[in-house]
């Protein structure tokens, strides 16, 4: 076989000859053929060097990838092997290749560059450095080459049949890999309350008593979407609905009123996928997060019992085996050991339906609960840790002795979901536009932190613009010009300068008389960006409308922080805790400046608010909505859901987010968490007040602090002047805020 492969050096001449003088073949094909007569490619059969498939096209679905791959291949090919590089390194001449490719080319004597005869550097020669960056690139390359997943059909959801039905990709038979059928309800999946008979095909609503065979047709009706989970909601608007299906043994039922666990303290790590034994505490994080913030708001929780449940009198049978039992509010919310000994989150449902209940012989709904709560829950209340929730002073969904109904006492939450197709969701196209970004970023200029622009590799291995490394040296000479001695008699020779690498400090004196642009990088970057720019555009379009179910991690932080606090100092309350006072906001001193900086004016119209905003807009507020196009119903939700902020102040925010509400909420929500860490700042530091902080003067400012400590304990308590002159050292709300409005004129 060798033998066959063999070729004497006149026939090698002939036709490297031959492919020099065809006027078809391009400056790139002349290389790559020169390349296969040298590295013995030409004797390879066709089907080696090009595998095809038995149809001869490849799969739409992979046309992303196979175009990303080929123009990966033709930049970052090895100019000997002509393969992807294998621990790529750029030649000071720019041109790639692999490492162990180039150590075989120095070590047969040849110091000049196969492709463009350019000599290699006697450093260089003998210690290259790796180009990592276009090693990240290359391993982009070969995700391009794996085969593309089983072409997948997807069904919409208006194409669906009416029943569950399975695929041919079930791995069990009956309904254990069903897949849902289609929605028959036109409500979101975040929609609160009962389902009206305008979102029902049929035109009379969801009934209480309503049962279907299984969770999969729950969902299609919209009583409780998720067909697994016991808990729908998000962290940052509420909980729907929710299952009694048995699964927590703390669970008691009573009918109008149950006990319900929280989710969470179980291992499931691994491939564990059930267990019922509580391993760690459980937290108000999550789905127990959006149980909490129905408890404080007064949402309506729509409730679902499964005849799984085998411990209640009020569960379904067999033959109705999942049931709507109706609306529920959440009276109390709290934290206590489980019957495992482990903290558990424990939530009060009370039901509150004007339909009676399945199991009730009266013919009218659910009347306000008056009295005390039941024994087993004051026991339950008095073993609580930490804070106790309870329902907001003006719930959501509230009684009206007027029309002796339940109903909205304001208006509906505004749905947060986008529709559409699941896969093209907002959050997964921002995480497809970071990915992008991130691969863009690691082409980056050391000089000026940017993108490369005209990217340059030193021998040294590190990466600058061509014109920022110009610039950096465009005022060092290249050499110092020979001059003569004192005497005259004898010249001194020229001296080179030294010009120093920016970030290793090696001499790159020589590669910057002639450093070339690494053109097969400059090709990489430009199909990064292009990437990063289609995946960003992407995101905005989907994100056009709003994602406020997604909540901004600085709020998360903030809000876990309150939280914390509150459970770690807190005493036990059976109301709720009113919102921090302006005071305090204030004491917070130049700690909260940057909170109100960025809150602008809020802080003036949370101090000269109303202690009860109206709901319904006058004729400017009208006329003002006129403008931004914001309905009377958005408005006055607006105003109920932050009391905090004057409605005008609110009009002028959605005119700068140009009417967008969605967007304006999301503004107001992190405002507002910005106020509660300052708050909390605040509160931390009057607790932690007698460990001052330690630094330049730092023991006498503590000796001060302890002294004007030790002056009320001796002199007894303060009298009206020094009151008055403490408040006035602090400064009052409204003194801080007229002192911001001076500063800022």
Known sequence: MAASRAMDETELRKRITAIHLDPNLTEKEKAVKRQEL?????????????????????????????????????????????????????????????????????????????????????????????????????????????????????????DRPDEAFTTDRAVRAGRANAASGRIMVTVPGDHFGPIPP????????????????????????????????????????????????????????EGEWFLYTGSGGRDLSGNKRVTKIQSFDQTFDKMNKALLLSCEKGLPVRVVRSYKEKRSAYAPSEETPVRYDGIYRIARAYRKPGAQKQLVCRYLFVRCDNEPAPWSSEDFGDKPWVGELPAPVLKEIKEAKGKVHAIGSSPWWDYDAEKEEWGWARAAPVSQKTGGDASSSPKKARRKASEQERALREFTCTLCKGVLVDPLSTPCGHHFCKPCLEARYAATAAAVPARHAAGGSRAMRERKVMKACPTCKVDIADFLSHGQINRGMVDVIAKLQEAARKAVAAAERLEKGGDAADED????????????????????????????????????????????????????????RQPEPSSAAGPASAAANGATGVTAEEMAALVADFPEYDEELLQCMLEDQSGDVLETRAVLRRMRNQMKAAEQKAKKAAEGGAAPKRGKGGRKRAAAVSEDESEPESNGEAGPSEASGAEASMGSPVESAAHKRARKA
């Open 38 to 158: 040298l590295s013995g490619q030409w004797a390879k059969p066709a089907t080696e060097k090009e595998p095809e498939s038995s149809t001869g096209a490849k799969p739409e679905a992979a046309d992303d990838k196979v175009a990303s791959s080929t123009i990966f291949d033709e930049t970052l090919k090895c100019a000997m092997c002509m393969d992807l590089c294998s621990r790529p390194i750029t030649a000071p001449c720019q041109h790639n290749f692999c490492l162990g490719c180039f150590n075989k080319w120095v070590g047969q004597g040849k110091k000049t560059c196969p492709t463009c005869r350019h000599a290699f550097p006697a450093k260089f020669a003998v210690n290259p450095r790796i180009n990592t960056l276009l090693a990240s690139a290359i391993r982009m390359a070969k995700l391009g080459d794996r085969p593309a997943a089983k072409f997948v059909m997807k069904v919409s959801d208006k």
């Open 553 to 608: 991690e600085g709020e998360a932080e903030a809000e876990a922080e309150v939280e914390a606090e509150a459970e770690a100092e807190a005493p036990m309350e059976t109301e709720p805790e009113e919102n921090g006072s302006a005071e305090a906001a204030a004491l917070d001193g130049e700690e909260s400046a940057e909170p109100a900086a960025e809150a602008g004016m809020a802080s003036e119209g949370a101090l000269e």
């Open 198 to 253: 305008e979102a029902d095909p049929r035109g009379q609503g969801i009934k209480v008593g309503e049962w279907w065979k299984d969770r999969l047709d729950c969902r299609q009706w919209g009583a409780h979407f998720p067909h697994v989970a016991g808990i729908a909601g998000q962290s940052g608007q509420g909980a729907q609905s929710v299952v009694l299906s048995g699964g927590y043994e703390d669970d008691l039922d």
